[in-house]
Structures are given as structure tokens and as C-alpha cells.
């Protein structure tokens, strides 16, 4: 929840659910969080980023088991953190609890202090990351008719992995002028947030980093599990979850049942991610990465009759920092056609009907850093796209626009300040490029 001081008085924000108070209190020129629960009361306050003189708007935030406050100044500028504190540290019973739907369905907001414009509602995002398109099962782009092009994209929360969600984003390709471009100006449009509810818990998780695909009258959405990953447990894992509904995904606020997608590993794996699917003529084929140690990790590929039987295909663990694994469906290239280093998507295909594109992070392995690999189904190398390589660990998400390519990937611009920290980061990046090998 968020509101507009008046004044620039004093204010004090509240939720209220069944045994825990959280309070986000401003008094005129400093932050700090309280939360009361059964295991009594915390008082956050943070030295040098609560200190706040100009402020024009409180927020008041719980995004899994993250509660935040956060302000903006009069310029109307980007919301900074001021103080964070995660329940499953403070209050672990409540931490169990925020997750519930009946528990969320009660939560109460108030207000103390003169103020005006309060909203109560779904957060919204700190950055966009793992940008994925939205496709039919045969891996084309899905279509509606509107000439609109849909991604799966990471809405990232004020804090960790844990307080991101999953979010569909609606692209305007006709709005890509020179002018927004490099940008996306108005061209990118919030259009829902999904959740997933996994298979025997109560609870409901902002599971993220996955693939949303239509296969005939079904919707069928893969995330990775990062809703509730810590890396300083000793059983830290991640794994990938499959949910098939009849809703509208691409629109509104969705709840989906998920359950476990096996994912074979080629060895002792901490945890897979980034799921991509694909039904082919023979079955499905998924590519995804797999974890030797967090955060060390390589692509691998998965095919299967159905993805109940899926069975390891090929894995590449020379590379050690490479994210994304993505599968694109293309015709065959003409058998005279050479693909070349630097080639683009189509000249790398040769005689394969898909094509793998993984990005290689700047820690991978010398001569495998900082670029976007192209691999035919086997995860042999076929070349690179050329095309500049953002930082952070960019996806290669490639959409096809008249007689070009659209690159539409992000990079790790941080946003909300230093109490939000890692994991707030995400600008969305466009680049335009000829499909043909160059």
C-alpha cells in the first residue's frame, strides 16, 4: 500500500492480519518498520537510509515474506528503500502464514496521519528480468490477433529471489520507432500476475525465471522455484514446476496449481531452472540449466515421448555461468547456406530444425564470457549472435518482426536503493536485427 503525505507531515502505514502488525512510520524526517506478532515486537530502523527530509509518498510493502518500507521524493523520482526485514527471520510463524490465501484475504490497511491518494494492491516490480516469449507449444509466437507480442517476465520484488513474482507483459512492435527503441517508450504494457500454489502446500509462491506456452485449449506455465530460496540453507535447491490451466493467463491476477517437473540432471545438481519448452513432431524437448554448487551452472537438454518421461539429451558442463537455455523452432537453412561465427539465429540453424541460445555470463570460462551462444540440438556450438551483450546475465529472447529479429532481454540496472540490495535489478533492453546470417 502506498500514499501521498500532506504537508509533509507525519505518517504511519498499517496491515493487520491475524497475529502480526506490520507498520511503516514516517515523522517527518525519518523511516523505520515495526512488526508485532507472538514473538514480539522488532523495531527497524536504518541509519543512514532511514534518514528521509523531502519525502512526498510512504509505501508500505509485503511481497512474500518481505515486509519493506519505502518512499519517493517530491520530484516524483524512483521509490527507495528505507527498511526491510524478512519474517522468516523475525517471525517465523507468521512467515508460514502470509503465504495463505484465507490469511491475505484478511489483511486489514489503515492509516494514522493526514494524507491522500492511498492505494492498496498488488506491488508492481523493481525492475524486469528473465523476459521470455510467450509462444504456442510449436515454439511460434503466440498470436491472438492483435498484432501484440506476450512475455513471461520476472516482476523483482524489494528485496531477494523471494519477493519477486511472475508477470505478463503485452509488446507493441509497431511503438519500437528510433526514438523508443532502445528503451520501449510506451510499447510495453503490464498485463497480469501469476502465482503458483505448489502440490501439497497451502501456501502460494512468486515462483519466477520461466516459460509460458500455449498447447491447444490449455495454458501450460513453468517457473523455477526461486519463491522461497535461501542459499544459506543447507538443503538449497531449486527445481521447476508445471501448471495446465483452462484461465486466461495473459490477463488479471492467477492463482495456478503447479506440480514438479522432473528434470533429469548429468550428475550432482543443487538445482535446475529457466525451464523453455517445445513439442515437436516426436514429443516435447525442454531446455533448462542445471547446478553443479550454487552458482555454478550449464545448460542441458531434456526430450521425452511427454513430459512425464523426459530423459537427458545433451549437456554442456564447460560452461559454468550460462543462463536462458532457449529453444527456437526455425525451418531448415538452405544446404548450401554456411552459418559462420557472429551468424545470426537463422544461418546458425544448418539441417537442424531447432536451435539452442543460452547466454554465457562474464564469469563463465575464457572464451565462453560475455556473449550470446547459438548450439544445435546437441548443445554443439554453431556460433554467436552478434549483438551487444548487456550485464548481468541477459536472456536470449529472440521474437521475429517483419523481416528482422527483435532482441528483448534486460540487464542489471538496480533499482529501490541499497536496503533493497541484489535482486531489484532489471531495465528492459530491445535490439533490432536482420535475420539473416551477416
Same mark, same amino acid.
Given at each position: 500500500?502506498?500514499?501521498?503525505?500532506?504537508?509533509a507531515?507525519?505518517?504511519?502505514?498499517?496491515?493487520?492480519?491475524?497475529?502480526?502488525? +506490520?507498520?511503516?512510520?514516517?515523522?517527518?524526517?525519518?523511516?523505520?518498520?515495526?512488526?508485532?506478532?507472538?514473538?514480539?515486537p522488532?523495531l527497524?530502523?536504518?541509519?543512514?537510509a532511514?534518514?528521509v527530509?523531502?519525502?512526498?509518498?510512504?509505501?508500505?510493502?509485503?511481497?512474500?515474506?518481505?515486509?519493506?518500507?519505502?518512499?519517493?521524493?517530491?520530484?516524483?523520482?524512483?521509490?527507495?528503500?528505507?527498511a526491510?526485514?524478512?519474517?522468516a527471520?523475525?517471525?517465523p510463524?507468521?512467515?508460514?502464514?502470509?503465504?495463505?490465501?484465507?490469511?491475505?484475504?484478511?489483511?486489514?490497511?489503515?492509516?494514522?496521519?493526514?494524507?491522500?491518494?492511498?492505494?492498496?494492491?498488488?506491488f508492481?516490480?523493481?525492475?524486469?528480468?528473465?523476459?521470455?516469449?510467450?509462444?504456442?507449444?510449436?515454439?511460434?509466437?503466440?498470436?491472438?490477433?492483435?498484432?501484440?507480442?506476450?512475455?513471461?517476465? *520476472?516482476?523483482?520484488?524489494?528485496?531477494?529471489?523471494?519477493?519477486?513474482?511472475?508477470?505478463?507483459?503485452?509488446?507493441?512492435p509497431a511503438? +519500437?520507432?528510433h526514438?523508443?527503441?532502445d528503451?520501449?517508450?510506451?510499447?510495453?504494457?503490464?498485463?497480469?500476475?501469476?502465482?503458483?500454489?505448489?502440490?501439497?502446500?497451502?501456501?502460494?509462491?512468486?515462483?519466477?525465471?520461466?516459460?509460458?506456452?500455449?498447447?491447444?485449449?490449455?495454458?501450460?506455465?513453468? *517457473?523455477?522455484?526461486?519463491?522461497?530460496?535461501?542459499?544459506?540453507?543447507?538443503?538449497?535447491?531449486?527445481?521447476? *514446476?508445471?501448471?495446465?490451466?483452462?484461465?486466461?493467463l495473459?490477463?488479471?491476477?492467477?492463482?495456478?496449481a503447479?506440480?514438479?517437473?522432473?528434470?533429469?540432471?548429468?550428475?550432482?545438481?543443487? /538445482?535446475?531452472? !529457466?525451464?523453455h519448452?517445445?513439442?515437436?513432431?516426436?514429443?516435447? +524437448?525442454?531446455?533448462?540449466?542445471?547446478?553443479?554448487?550454487?552458482?555454478?551452472?550449464?545448460?542441458?537438454?531434456?526430450?521425452?515421448?511427454?513430459?512425464?518421461?523426459?530423459? +537427458?539429451?545433451?549437456?554442456?558442463?564447460?560452461r559454468?555461468?550460462?543462463? /536462458?537455455?532457449?529453444?527456437?523452432?526455425?525451418?531448415?537453412?538452405?544446404?548450401?547456406?554456411?552459418?559462420?561465427?557472429?551468424?545470426?539465429?537463422?544461418?546458425?540453424v544448418?539441417?537442424?530444425?531447432?536451435?539452442?541460445?543460452?547466454s554465457?555470463?562474464?564469469?563463465?570460462?575464457?572464451?565462453?564470457?560475455?556473449?550470446?551462444?547459438?548450439?544445435?540440438?546437441?548443445?554443439?556450438?554453431?556460433?554467436?549472435?552478434?549483438?551487444?551483450?548487456?550485464?548481468n546475465?541477459?536472456?536470449?529472447?529472440?521474437?521475429?518482426?517483419?523481416?528482422?529479429?527483435?532482441?528483448?532481454?534486460?540487464?542489471?540496472?538496480?533499482?529501490?536503493?541499497?536496503?533493497?540490495?541484489?535482486? *531489484?535489478?532489471? !531495465?528492459?533492453?530491445?535490439?533490432?536485427?536482420?535475420?539473416?546470417?551477416s
Amino acid at each position: 500500500m502506498r500514499a501521498e503525505l500532506l504537508d509533509a507531515g507525519a505518517l504511519t502505514l498499517t496491515l493487520a492480519g491475524s497475529g502480526l502488525l +506490520l507498520r511503516a512510520v514516517y515523522d517527518g524526517q525519518h523511516c523505520r518498520l515495526e512488526l508485532d506478532g507472538v514473538t514480539g515486537p522488532v523495531l527497524l530502523r536504518s541509519r543512514r537510509a532511514g534518514r528521509v527530509e523531502a519525502a512526498s509518498s510512504l509505501a508500505l510493502c509485503l511481497t512474500g515474506t518481505y515486509v519493506s518500507v519505502l518512499t519517493q521524493d517530491h520530484t516524483g523520482g524512483p521509490w527507495t528503500g528505507r527498511a526491510r526485514a524478512d519474517l522468516a527471520t523475525t517471525h517465523p510463524a507468521a512467515a508460514r502464514l502470509v503465504r495463505t490465501p484465507a490469511w491475505l484475504e484478511d489483511l486489514q490497511v489503515g492509516h494514522d496521519g493526514p494524507a491522500h491518494s492511498l492505494v492498496a494492491g498488488g506491488f508492481g516490480q523493481l525492475g524486469l528480468r528473465d523476459l521470455r516469449l510467450v509462444t504456442h507449444a510449436d515454439g511460434r509466437p503466440y498470436d491472438d490477433g492483435t498484432g501484440l507480442l506476450r512475455f513471461l517476465a *520476472t516482476s523483482a520484488g524489494p528485496g531477494p529471489f523471494g519477493s519477486g513474482h511472475t508477470s505478463v507483459w503485452a509488446l507493441d512492435p509497431a511503438a +519500437l520507432d528510433h526514438s523508443t527503441l532502445d528503451h520501449g517508450g510506451g510499447a510495453l504494457t503490464h498485463t497480469a500476475d501469476l502465482f503458483v500454489r505448489r502440490l501439497g502446500s497451502r501456501g502460494v509462491h512468486g515462483d519466477h525465471a520461466g516459460h509460458l506456452l500455449r498447447d491447444d485449449d490449455a495454458w501450460l506455465l513453468a *517457473t523455477s522455484t526461486w519463491g522461497d530460496f535461501d542459499p544459506d540453507r543447507d538443503d538449497a535447491s531449486v527445481a521447476v *514446476t508445471l501448471a495446465a490451466t483452462g484461465a486466461d493467463l495473459l490477463t488479471g491476477v492467477h492463482v495456478v496449481a503447479g506440480e514438479p517437473l522432473p528434470l533429469p540432471a548429468d550428475g550432482p545438481s543443487v /538445482g535446475v531452472w !529457466d525451464p523453455h519448452l517445445l513439442r515437436t513432431g516426436d514429443g516435447w +524437448l525442454v531446455g533448462y540449466v542445471s547446478a553443479t554448487r550454487f552458482f555454478r551452472f550449464h545448460p542441458v537438454l531434456a526430450e521425452g515421448p511427454d513430459l512425464d518421461t523426459l530423459r +537427458l539429451r545433451a549437456t554442456d558442463p564447460e560452461r559454468r555461468a550460462s543462463e /536462458g537455455t532457449t529453444l527456437l523452432a526455425l525451418p531448415p537453412a538452405p544446404p548450401d547456406e554456411d552459418p559462420g561465427d557472429g551468424a545470426g539465429p537463422g544461418g546458425a540453424v544448418g539441417s537442424s530444425k531447432t536451435t539452442v541460445l543460452v547466454s554465457d555470463g562474464r564469469d563463465g570460462p575464457r572464451g565462453l564470457r560475455g556473449q550470446w551462444a547459438v548450439l544445435d540440438a546437441d548443445l554443439r556450438p554453431r556460433g554467436v549472435l552478434a549483438a551487444a551483450y548487456p550485464s548481468n546475465i541477459p536472456w536470449p529472447t529472440l521474437a521475429p518482426h517483419g523481416d528482422d529479429w527483435l532482441l528483448v532481454t534486460f540487464d542489471d540496472t538496480r533499482h529501490g536503493g541499497r536496503v533493497c540490495g541484489y535482486g *531489484t535489478h532489471g !531495465d528492459v533492453v530491445v535490439m533490432r536485427g536482420s535475420r539473416s546470417a551477416s
